[in-house]
């Protein structure tokens, strides 16, 4: 069994990892194309903008599908590395914990830093959608913490359904491994 100390230090540095890339991703596309974002916006916002344009719909694409391929890397490198910590025999609810925590940690920089911090308090007017200034009162706060609780129930049946996943690798791979 492994120390929880160690997996929650393992899931800490591999939640700052994923809030990295992940905040880089948000920045980035915020700035060059931030309707893509249109969906996770408030619903005064979305009605304001209308729906989104064939060429917002092939950009969200284009980077949403390698942004998907790098956070399922950056798990599945985590969980490899949770298992060499573990010497192999490492259990589903320690994997699950540790997916959890992760997510969770990008979870609460999208929230206080990303959403609250820089897009609610600060709005930079380069990260602002020309149109939308007005939206962004008192009740953006309460909407972003709804899109948290909704992301920690995210997280919660990701951790579990990955951890299913991964455990029964690891299984497989101990099996044949002393077969």
């Not at 540790?98 to 990008?106: E, H």
Request: glycine share 6%.
């Amino acid at each position: 069994m492994i120390p929880f100390s160690i997996v929650l230090q393992h899931s800490l540095l591999y939640g700052m990892i994923l809030s990295i890339f992940m905040s880089s991703i948000i920045f980035v596309t915020l700035y060059w194309c931030p309707l893509i974002w249109l969906s996770d916006a408030p619903d005064d916002i979305q009605q304001a903008m209308g729906p989104l344009s064939k060429r917002d719909q092939r950009i969200r694409g284009l980077v949403g599908i390698p942004t998907l391929m790098v956070v399922v890397g950056i798990l599945v490198y985590s969980i490899i590395q949770l298992a060499t910590l573990a010497q192999g025999v490492v259990s589903f609810g320690t994997i699950a914990l540790s997916i959890f925590l992760i997510i969770q940690v990008f979870n609460l920089v999208d929230l206080i830093i990303i959403d609250w911090l820089i897009l609610v308090l600060i709005r930079p007017s380069f990260l602002t959608v020309p149109g939308t200034e007005q939206f962004h009162g008192p009740q953006a706060y309460l909407f972003h913490f709804y899109a948290f609780l909704k992301g920690s129930i995210g997280a919660l049946i990701a951790s579990l359904v990955i951890a299913a996943i991964s455990s029964a690798v690891l299984l497989i791979y101990s099996a044949v491994q002393t077969y």
